[in-house]
């Protein structure tokens, strides 16, 4: 069984491009979230997609998307680039939707973005 | 609007002294605790939930639903317990986001 991955370790963009970050969730696991994680702070909740839909949504603006493909990988798009989007982007995965003790999510490595 | 307050950025021990790490949690119903521990270079990971009750590495944590507190504890620290700890919560039922405090770095010093 192997655990979430996530591409790219690091990336650098500048203001106002676009990036596209990538995660492979666990093993028959079909729930993913991301978290955007800045300095000093703990991770926030941006969404989370189920079964290729998005199944609730944090406090980020619209140019924060998402996708989830049939084998329950999941992209994470941000356009118009900020500075303060500079951050680590976590991925994590379970099975279904229950977000209970007993149904664990698994983080991935994260993603460290930076913006210029 | 749920919220999760860790008041301290830094815990610094000695080994063998105990470990407090607090938590404080706003939230009008009834959330699900957790504590999530991440090690250097390593990823975020689950260290134990208050519906559980269970010790995990020493570690224990009781919710406290008059205080809304949810600190962790542990009797005697050890110098692998040095990392960072994050509490967060998820409101119940049909939760489907986690709410993490800022995180306190735990120091263990030999």
């Known amino acids: 069984e192997t655990g979430v991955t996530q591409s790219p370790t690091h990336l650098i963009k500048t203001r106002g491009q676009q990036v596209t970050l990538r995660c492979s969730s666990q093993?028959?696991?079909?729930?993913v979230s991301w978290y955007q994680q800045a300095l000093g702070q703990g991770p926030q909740f941006i969404f989370q997609?189920?079964?290729?839909?998005?199944?609730g949504r944090g406090n980020f603006p619209p140019r924060f998307s998402g996708l989830q493909f049939p084998n329950y990988s999941s992209e994470l798009n941000v356009n118009a680039l900020e500075l303060d989007d500079s951050a680590l982007y976590l991925c994590?995965?379970?099975?279904?939707?229950?977000?209970?003790?007993?149904?664990?999510?698994?983080f991935g490595p994260g993603t460290r973005l930076t913006v210029l | 609007a749920q919220r999760v307050t860790q008041p301290e950025k830094l815990l610094s021990v000695f080994k063998g002294a105990p470990v407090e790490l607090k938590c404080n949690y706003s939230?009008?119903?009834?959330?699900?605790l957790f504590w999530y521990v991440q090690y250097s270079r390593q990823r975020l990971q689950l260290l134990l939930r208050?519906?559980s009750r269970e010790s995990i590495k020493g570690f224990t944590a009781d919710l406290n639903k008059g205080e809304t507190s949810f600190h962790l504890k542990k009797p005697f620290a050890q110098e692998e317990d040095s990392a960072m700890y994050y509490c967060?919560?998820?409101?119940?039922?049909?939760?489907?986001?986690?709410?993490f405090g800022a995180g306190t770095i735990l120091r263990v010093k030999s």
């Open positions: 994590a995965s379970r099975r279904g939707l229950d977000q209970t003790s007993y149904n664990e999510q698994f």
């Open positions: 093993s028959g696991h079909n729930t």
């Open positions: 997609y189920y079964r290729e839909e998005e199944n």
């Open positions: 939230y009008s119903g009834s959330p699900e």
């Open positions: 208050h519906i």
């Open positions: 967060a919560l998820i409101r119940t039922p049909y939760g489907n986001k986690l709410v």
